[in-house]
């Protein structure tokens, strides 16, 4: 999702999501986002972590940290 000082990549189900070092943002009951403000901040390697367990959470169905739902 661009902005104009950013874009955002925005995760459905971040909050459930492992991020020691803390790099997403958002306050919501589950979505939670990275925001990148130049090429020179982009960390691919934390990008495609975040992607990958994404993937993972979609595809096993579990909903660990939801509650209500």
């Known amino acids: 999702m661009p902005a104009r000082e950013y874009v955002r990549l925005q995760l459905?189900?971040?909050v459930e999501l492992d991020d020691p070092a803390r790099r997403l943002e958002g306050s919501g009951r589950g979505m939670r986002h990275v925001k990148v403000r130049s090429v020179s901040e982009l960390d691919a390697a934390s990008l495609r972590d975040f992607?990958?367990?994404?993937?993972?959470?979609?595809?096993?169905g579990s909903r660990a940290n939801r509650s209500g739902t």
């Open 12 to 14: 459905f189900r971040g």
């Open 51 to 60: 992607v990958r367990q994404a993937v993972q959470l979609q595809r096993s």
